[in-house]
């Protein structure tokens, strides 16, 4: 959530100094490495639920599959709002969400 309402922890003081087409390019840039990670942590997250898929719970005795799932899941989410963000900065040249203001 706080992703997708550009609330995540951001050091921007530099990218500020920017003139317009730079801060532009440096966003797009950093939701590109932002993007490409997500995807390597939901194949990570993935293989990761796949291997330990035969635990089960201790209480329950459901498998913990359920549990491992929310790493891929959640990164597929927040990759979903990067590339909303890449798109919008492309096309508007900004996003649609304001950016936090840095202190």
């Known amino acids: 959530m706080a992703f997708q309402r550009g609330r995540h922890i951001a050091v921007t003081f530099v990218v500020d100094a920017l003139p317009d087409r730079l801060r532009q390019i440096a966003r797009i840039a950093a939701l590109l490495i932002v993007l490409a990670f997500m995807i390597a942590l939901i194949v990570i997250g993935y293989r990761y639920m796949q291997v330990q898929s035969f635990q089960k719970s201790a209480s329950l005795r459901l498998s913990m599959t359920y549990v491992y799932a929310v790493m891929p899941i959640c990164a597929a989410i927040m990759a979903w709002y990067a590339l909303v963000d890449i798109i919008e900065l492309l ?8 950016q936090e203001e840095s202190l």
């Open 91 to 98: 096309i508007n040249g900004k996003t649609s969400q304001p």
